[in-house]
Nanobody
Framework: QVQLVESGGGSVQAGGHLELSCAAA????????MGWYRQAPGKQRELVAT???????IYADSVKGRITISRDNVKNTVYLQMNSLKPEDTAVYYC?????????????WGQGTQVTVSS
């Protein structure tokens, strides 16, 4: 059973920084894509960033230049370094891990960690 455990959320003032981490367990070998999504109150869940096993990244326009995603394939852990945080970054952040086997794609989700940015 695959489990994703997030850590590193919290409260910070605008302009501050936080680092989130997410450790994936329960699978032999590394995952395909890993990433982070977020959901603010009253809004839909949205992509923050993803990273492939090879290190290729995709970022939401709203976070480019401020947030960096990285991963450790040996530890099956994905990180989100967030700098210059803004109040609009306040949300529950969820990590994801994708497993692709032939034509089957399965996405696993973490339980979420709260990030609150005050002005």
């Amino acid at each position: 059973q695959v489990q994703l455990v997030e850590s590193g959320g919290g409260s910070v003032q605008a302009g501050g920084h936080l680092e989130l981490s997410c450790a994936a367990a329960g699978r032999t070998g590394s995952f395909n894509d890993m990433g982070w999504y977020r959901q603010a109150p009253g809004k839909q869940r949205e992509l923050v960033a993803t990273i492939t096993r090879g290190g290729n990244t995709i970022y939401a326009d709203s976070v480019k230049g401020r947030i960096t995603i990285s991963r450790d394939n040996v530890k099956n852990t994905v990180y989100l370094q967030m700098n210059s945080l803004k109040p609009e970054d306040t949300a529950v952040y969820y990590c994801t891990a994708v497993v692709k086997v032939l034509t089957t794609v399965r996405t696993y989700w973490g339980q979420g960690t709260q990030v609150t940015v005050s002005s």
